[in-house]
């Protein structure tokens, strides 16, 4: 599944109580028969996957502190986490100063993106009916992206269930080359280059919005001192076969493609290194190499192992991927993972616009490349900073991703019969169907989409010219 963090504004209002707003947002859910019935029981972020429990995370003084602030207001706990659960088996609640959606337990790609863009309708029409209550010139603004631009990152953490019986040490060996290097088909993109809690350098184009971010190899934080892999150990399941593993150094994806491929790929490496098959490899520093990738503005993607060895994060995936063909090629989506994979490390190394139907990144550097060439603008410009925001703003009529949407640029994996059904219901082959049909939402989305690829499968080899 998928945790998605919003931003979230309020164009036209004089100040905003980002945390206010976002507390609204959601509860503007329940309106509809959402019900505010979380279970907290067997959440603790401070279990740790290395086989201890952390007496204190970094990120405590900074919940005590909310704590202090929201004890003014006239809300319960309950009421200002607006945890709710929904018909579908999603969680959607307040996190701090943003509204996250959480996916129901998906097994098939087609669920998890589908999913995933249910939850993105969820908070369109939320926005939608919060601004009927906005004074006159406001209007919320919401945006599925990971910075403010401002040195403050938001996540979009993935987690996928694996056997409890493999070493952790084993996890993170095999794992954390892969995961440094899939930014360059799953990265979102961004403008400017920033430093936590600080204003960063302008006029510097990178793949990935959340590369700045990371400053530790392993961590159970999230907040501060963010890890590239986290050992936070809530497996929610048995806990004595089952972990689940958390990812935190992705982007938020606009492009359903790349939500496919990033969960896909990244499902099939855990299964290489459950099956102890998984590429050895080691990088020298992997912290700044996962910098350097992102900001590399000739897209060479070249990093050092360990042994002095120069190797690309496109050669890195392809030994993924050579490994995942050797072991285990059945089934139509392991095909079409495999053949999209192959087919996006071809296109890279070709020229990397040639991914601008599929990567979020390549499209928006290529809106910012005709835009800058149009009106003559220096690459520090904030307008080009401005566009890249609204590439991620979730509005139809307004969002530049569904632009290209309705131009028929962009490549999709489901269609929005999918998404619609998505937002009511459950996945039926895990626990989530339960979740979902033990509670109840009527809440009316209307279709936001006339999409014109309404019909789309997981395609056989693609071939490009």
């Known amino acids: 599944g998928l945790e998605t963090e919003y931003g979230i ?8 109580d980002v945390v206010a707003e976002s507390i609204a947002l959601v509860r503007s859910y329940t309106e509809h028969g959402a019900l505010m019935k979380w279970d907290y029981g067997h959440e603790d972020p401070h279990r740790d996957a290395r086989g201890f429990r952390a007496k204190e995370l970094r990120q405590d003084i900074d919940e005590s502190a909310y704590y202090e602030i929201d004890k003014k207001r006239p809300l319960t706990f309950q009421e200002i986490k607006s945890d709710l659960v929904l018909s579908n088996g999603a969680r959607f609640y307040n996190d701090h100063a943003h509204p996250e959606y959480s996916t129901p337990e998906c097994t098939t790609l087609r669920e998890i993106v589908a999913q995933e863009k249910a939850g993105e309708r969820i908070l369109a029409e939320c926005a939608r009916r919060r601004n009927v209550h906005l004074p006159q010139g406001e209007r919320v603004r919401l945006y599925k992206n990971n910075t403010d631009f401002l040195g403050h990152s938001y996540g979009c953490h993935d987690n996928y269930l694996m056997r409890r019986d493999i070493p952790w040490d084993r996890i993170v060996a095999g794992a954390l080359p892969f995961l440094i290097t899939r930014q360059i088909f799953a990265g979102a993109g961004k403008m400017g280059v920033e430093a936590e809690s600080a204003t960063g350098q302008p006029g510097v184009f990178q793949i990935s919005q959340r590369a700045d971010f990371f400053s530790v190899l392993v961590s159970i934080d999230t907040m501060n001192r963010r890890p590239l ?29 790349a939500t496919a491929l990033k969960i896909g790929t990244t499902a099939l490496v855990l299964e290489l290194i459950e099956k102890g098959k998984a590429p050895q490899l080691e990088i020298a520093q992997p912290i700044d190499a996962a910098k350097s990738i ?20 496109i050669d890195v995936q392809r030994l993924y991927l050579g490994a995942v063909e050797k072991v285990d090629t059945l089934g139509e989506e392991r095909r079409w993972i495999l053949c999209e994979w192959e087919n996006v490390l071809n296109d890279l190394e070709r020229d990397v616009l040639l991914c601008r139907d599929r990567v979020d990144w390549a499209a928006k550097k290529f809106l910012l490349n005709q835009l800058q060439e149009e009106e003559k603008l220096e690459w520090s410009d904030p307008w080009l900073q401005a566009i890249d925001l609204e590439y991620h703003n979730i509005e139809f009529e307004r969002g530049l991703y569904y632009e290209l949407v309705r131009q028929g640029s962009i490549q999709r994996v489901v269609n929005e019969d999918e998404i619609r059904r998505a937002v009511f219901s459950p996945p039926e082959t895990t626990r989530a169907f339960f979740r979902g049909r033990n509670r109840f939402s009527g809440m ?7 999409d014109a690829h309404n019909e789309s499968h997981w395609p056989n ?4 010219t």
């Open 9 to 16: 504004t309020v164009d036209g209002a004089e100040s905003v």
């Open 461 to 464: 080899r693609r071939t490009k």
């Open 444 to 450: 009316k989305l209307y279709s936001q989409a006339a």
């Open 294 to 313: 992102s900001r590399d503005q000739n897209c060479d993607w070249i990093m050092e192992l360990r042994d002095g060895r120069k190797i690309s994060a």
């Open 229 to 257: 892999v986290n050992t936070r150990d809530e497996p929610h399941a048995d806990a004595s076969k089952y972990r689940r593993f958390h990812v935190i150094v992705g982007d938020s994806n606009m492009s359903e493609w």
